[in-house]
């Protein structure tokens, strides 16, 4: 019958933002406008909360006041409860901006006799809206008048004239209802409320509560029909808005330090993508926390806020844990870059996890993530529950352009090569940190499974944590494949020690050619003085023939001289 | 026979109810209509006809239309129309509908015929 109107109203559809995080996000605007929308759950399903947040976060946000209906809590009881999520509601009403109507029905002091109709709950009702010009009203619970009237038929024609009344009244209305066995609602009240139905879910598995919520109808409007986990603390209902795997978020080409200089030489020496995503797996004691609490200090020191989630130490113990290797995460929790919140993964759901990080992340602002381990969350789940989770959450921290690095434990040395919570496809790097155990010692082995969009090292390194910190060190390779740990020291001892001889002996020769040459020189030097002497002993015999030769000459000389005076003086000769 | 049953039951609720409850004792009855409506119309003669047979002067009626004064609903957590309120004696006692069945209404206002 009104069909036909609704649907040419469809494109035009108005919206009434609740101001619940998230909510409008889903039914892309909020409730429809000026319609009453149903709320059914369970009993702690949340949906008095749910309506009280739409009704207060209207006055608060959008200046439409609002009335509160209440058909079981007292006004009173009603006040203390949503003072804890700092909702002053007796403010509000001084502000006129609220309106709150306690509706109690006796059902011992009343008697029915003859027909009767509700016009007393429509009078008070137009009288609050009029009061107060309201624009949303809630109505919790209002099933709960079937127990106060003995004629269902009565009540029942009455409440769906009430409805049709308020969409006459052009108030955006929330009526609650209990779910029923087998029907959103115990006594079928969606029958009579059609144009909106959210069902909130208290869901428990393996005793960890899942609260989950639901649009299951939303006429003519478009609305996501998944089931969100949602949380209720003390900033009230916070609805994870679970988008679906939208590949079209923008990418950045900077490259961000993952804190280990050697590792970064090896992601083509300048370390990680921003924003994309990082798994470092490994068996037990591989040092995978180590990795990561470098990765958040590296983004600490860059002035980039870093929230980091740890599901197995508490924030004092990776305190304590980090500075044996020469992290100070302390200084960055005191500067406030730094964010250390420690959960355990049974805490609360695993779709509350995400919607408490969701929740963390538009609060910090960090431009880093780090879950450490995620492996953890699956005593809450199935892994594939978790893989789901994580999924959703790697869209949204990448549509945020946040990089996100996860650890992961592995147990099986032979399945270490199995995907992670199955998630290793989504990853854009995932390194993986084993030890390999040889000679009765374990060594960590690092190297890098994959990491989309660089030319990344392929080799294993040796992965040496000491009390200086982290450091990859080349393994070493020989016949015998890698040698790591003392076998790797021992080779380069070995290789130390050819070294060492091998210019031993080197010098060795040198000092022989040395004496070799020395004892030449010296053999030089004495054939010389050889020479020397040889040659001394000529000059001798020839100055001695010279001499000789000049005697004898002189003599000869002397001697002809004498014979030509002998000649002359004869007698003189015979003189002498 | 059920009226003989009745009648004692009322003889002894009357030995154990009459100290508390002087006969001057008025009866403050209060009817919530919402404008001049056949059902409110029909439960003001019906009250009016009981009162008289019951209560004669021992009664006042105020009757409240809620479309003139809707603040006054609240007061007395008055969700159906018409109701009938008892205000004095104490307890409260409210009887909703047109009161047609008078059985019900005299139950339901622990008003017993004084004339039989």
Known sequence: MSRPVKKSNTTALEKTPTGINGFDEITNGGLPAGRPTLVCGEAGAGKTLFSIEFVVRGALQFKEPGIIMVFEEKAEDLEMNVASLGFNLKKLQKDG????????????????????DLDGLFIRLAHAIDSINAKRVMLDTIENLFGSFENEGILRSELRRLFSWLKDRGVTAIITAEKGVGMLTRHGLEEYVSDCVVQLEHRVENQISTRLLRVVKYRGSLHGTNEYPFLIDEDGI??????????????????????IES???????????????????????????????????ASCRRKERCLYYAFEES????????????????????????????????????????????????????????????????????????????????DFLQAEGITVLFTALVFDKENALQADEGISSLVDAWIQVRDIEA????????????SRGMNHSKQVREFVITSKGLELVDVYLGPDGILIGSARVAQELQEYTGKELRSYAASRKDQAIQRKKLVLEAKIASLKEEFESVQEELNKTFIEEQLKKEIIEKNRQELTKNRNSRISENGKNSKK | MAKTVKNKTTKELKSVIRPNKPKNDKWQLRLYIAGNTAKSITALTNLKKYCEQHLSNRYEIEVIDLLVNPQLAAGDQILAIPTLVRKVPVPVRKIIGDLSNEEKVLVGLDLRPIKK
């Open chain 1, 97 to 116: 901006l609220l309106w709150i109507d306690h509706v109690h029905v006796n059902r011992s002091e009343i008697e029915e006799t003859g027909m009767y």
């Open chain 1, 238 to 259: 916070s609805v994870l808005p679970v988008t679906s795997l939208q590949l079209e978020r923008e990418v950045s080409s900077q490259r961000i330090s993952c804190g």
């Open chain 1, 263 to 297: 590792l970064d030489t090896m992601l083509g020496g300048k370390g990680f993508f921003r924003g994309s995503s990082i798994l470092i797996s490994g068996t037990p004691g591989t040092g995978k926390t180590s990795i990561a609490a470098y990765f958040a200090d």
């Open chain 1, 315 to 394: 924030p004092p113990q990776i305190i304590r844990n980090m500075q044996s290797i020469n992290v100070d995460l302390k200084k960055h929790i005191e500067s406030g870059m730094l964010q250390l919140i420690s959960t355990r993964p049974t805490l609360y759901g695993l779709e509350s996890h995400l919607v408490a990080i969701h929740k963390k992340v538009k609060q910090f602002k960090p431009r880093t993530v780090i879950l450490d381990p995620i492996t953890n969350l699956v005593s809450v789940a199935s892994a594939s529950e978790v893989k789901s989770m994580l999924m959703r959450l790697l």
């Open chain 1, 439 to 450: 000679n009765g010692e374990r060594n960590r082995g690092i190297y890098i499974m994959k």
